[in-house]
């Protein structure tokens, strides 16, 4: 039988090594082969006898992306485009900063819930990834860093919505932070959700990592048509469970995401209302000026707008970020990820290139 061994988390492994008569210490050193060192090909894996080295080499399929292209963006950001076994793209993006690496990973092809201003949203869905896909994101990205970096932060803020994927989300999630995985704190990942309600405390039970919010509007009229999820959770229902949840304290905040769109969700009244709204949640607000692009019709504020929103939310106490847009010039930035690299590459002229993006992301019927 075929096994896929990213889909497996340390831990995991073990059991399956067990299941085929295998000591522990033997998964233990695969699994320091592949996440430790990188080394994906069983033949290398010279602490392993010859016969096990065999076993592996038929049976065990160690590799779940292959890299399409790599885009670098003036300012050191890193777009992969990675190909499925199954010739789907699937987007991550590494963005360096002096004090780290963060590594931005994608959790479905195209994503469902169509928030408007969102260029993933104007995909479609394609499907679910795997658990070995969003492992592998980070083993692709890992292997371009440059000599001295390595990734010390994992975003899940890349394409689709993490918490309607948990059953393959939560497995990556333990490799990421398994000692015999890639041993990161759990404090340097971090799952954003638009707002899948029910599904919050199921993630948070299940791993102790940081948990981010897109909220992007203060008010459920203007919420309900930037983030349509909100129609099923409204904001009165997310934040209660918020309010709700366990271990939230001032080290340990909720992060929340603020898309700033001019003359949408930019009013210092917004403002206002979001500061009453969080009252009584440990958070941080990240602000975002809108990433343009061709299939929303919102743009950013002018910066004094911005600047003024801000004052709003710190003068009402809330503990505000104004984030630095990354990656713009080659598409990495929030909300542009849609795979155009492809279907440029494929496609001449951008209208039927999107057209194609579509088709290729929607699901099969
Ligand atoms: N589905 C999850 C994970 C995606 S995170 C979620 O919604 O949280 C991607 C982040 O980028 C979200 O906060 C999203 O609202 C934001 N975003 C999407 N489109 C954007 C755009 N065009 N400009 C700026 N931020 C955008």
């Known amino acids: 039988m075929t096994l896929h061994l990213k889909d497996l ?18 998964a233990d050193q695969v699994a320091g082969w592949v996440y430790g ?19 592996l080499g038929t049976d065990l399929v160690l590799r779940a992306l292959e890299p399409e292209a790599f885009e670098h963006s003036v300012d050191g950001t890193v777009k992969g485009a990675l190909r499925t076994a199954d ?16 590594l931005c990973v994608s959790t479905q092809v195209g994503c469902p819930l169509a928030c408007s201003f969102c260029a993933t949203g104007a995909l479609g869905f394609g499907r679910n990834l795997h658990t070995r896909e969003i492992i592998d994101q980070v083993c692709r990205m890992r292997e371009g860093l440059p000599p001295g970096r390595t990734l010390t932060n994992v975003v899940f803020m ?3 919505e993490p918490l309607l994927n948990l059953p393959e989300v939560i497995p990556a999630i333990r490799t990421l932070l398994h000692p015999r995985g890639f ?24 791993v102790p990592v940081n948990l981010a919010v897109s909220l992007h509007a203060a008010r459920d009229e203007v919420r309900d048509v930037l983030v349509p999820i909100n129609k099923r959770y409204p904001l009165a229902e997310l934040l209660d469970t918020l309010r709700s949840l366990p271990r939230l304290s ?54 004094e707008v911005a600047s003024r929103f801000m004052g709003e939310l710190v003068r009402g106490g809330l503990t505000t970020t104004l984030r630095r847009s990354r990656g713009g010039d080659i598409d990495a930035a929030c909300g542009q990820l849609a795979a155009r690299g492809r279907a440029a590459g494929r496609f001449t002229g951008r209208a039927v290139a999107s057209q194609g993006e579509r088709g290729t992301a929607e699901a099969p019927s």
């Open 250 to 303: 001032r080290r340990h905040p909720v992060f929340f995401e603020y898309t700033l769109m001019e003359g949408v969700n930019d009013d210092p009244e917004d403002a206002r209302r979001l500061v009453r709204l969080l009252r009584g949640i440990p958070s941080k607000l990240n602000l975002i000026p809108m990433n343009p692009h061709t299939d929303a019709p919102y743009r950013p504020p002018a910066p």
């Open 37 to 55: 060192r990188g080394v994906e090909d069983p033949a290398q894996m010279t602490d392993l006898p010859a016969s096990l080295r065999d076993e």
């Open 158 to 160: 890349g394409m689709g």
């Open 9 to 26: 988390d340390p831990a995991a492994l073990r059991e399956a090594f067990a299941e085929r008569g295998l000591p522990a210490y033997r």
């Open 183 to 206: 041993a990161m704190a759990p404090r340097r990942v971090t799952v954003s959700t638009a707002g899948v309600v029910p599904k919050i405390r199921e993630l948070l039970e299940a």
């Open 87 to 102: 010739d789907r793209i699937v987007e991550a993006v590494v963005i360096p900063e002096e004090e780290r690496t963060t």
